[in-house]
């Protein structure tokens, strides 16, 4: 009779533990998709709109040299927030939010990449767009 009365404790228990483990893979997948990358300057002074160009093509520059397919990536700067769009691989994809924080200027940075596995899907339109997120 005592085991009886266990049964419905050891069920609610691993229900509980079950949601637990869902919860904790559920909210690393979300920082993985997310790319959490605070930005280095966040408090540089912010001048203006010439400001935003001059960063904007700052950026725009240096993107050859941190990946492989920088004319996949779109950059659009306002009040020192960049925003980049479009696709990156995904080897590449830490390190180019790490280096756009970089850049003096950078306030916050705002990730909307498609992260790509093979090289082979640039110019393709993905059904599994990553969430867009500001830093």
């Given at each position: 009779?005592?085991g009886q009365?266990?049964k419905?404790?050891?069920i609610?228990?691993?229900?509980?533990?079950?949601?637990?483990?869902?919860m904790?893979?559920?909210?690393r997948?979300?920082?993985?998709?997310?790319?959490?990358?605070p930005?280095a300057?966040?408090?540089?002074?912010?001048?203006?709109?010439e400001d935003d160009a001059?960063?904007?093509?700052?950026v725009r520059s240096r993107?050859?040299?941190?990946?492989?397919h920088?004319?996949a990536?779109?950059?659009?700067?306002?009040?020192g927030?960049v925003?980049v769009?479009g696709q990156?691989l995904?080897k590449e994809?830490?390190?180019?939010?790490?280096?756009i924080?970089?850049?003096?200027?950078?306030?916050?940075?705002?990730n909307?990449l498609?992260?790509?596995?093979?090289?082979s899907?640039f110019?393709?339109?993905?059904k599994?767009r990553?969430?867009e997120?500001t830093?």
């Open positions: 009779m005592e009365a266990m419905p404790v050891a609610v228990a691993g229900g509980f533990a079950g949601g637990v483990l869902a904790l893979l559920l909210e997948w979300l920082a993985r998709a997310q790319r959490v990358v930005a300057n966040r408090n540089a002074e912010y001048l203006g709109s001059q960063l904007r093509e700052r993107l050859g040299d941190w990946v492989s920088p004319g990536i779109r950059v659009d700067v306002e009040n927030v925003r769009s990156v995904v994809l830490d390190g180019l939010l790490s280096r924080t970089g850049v003096d200027g950078v306030r916050k940075v705002h909307a498609e992260a790509l596995s093979d090289p899907g110019g393709e339109v993905s599994g990553s969430p997120v830093y």
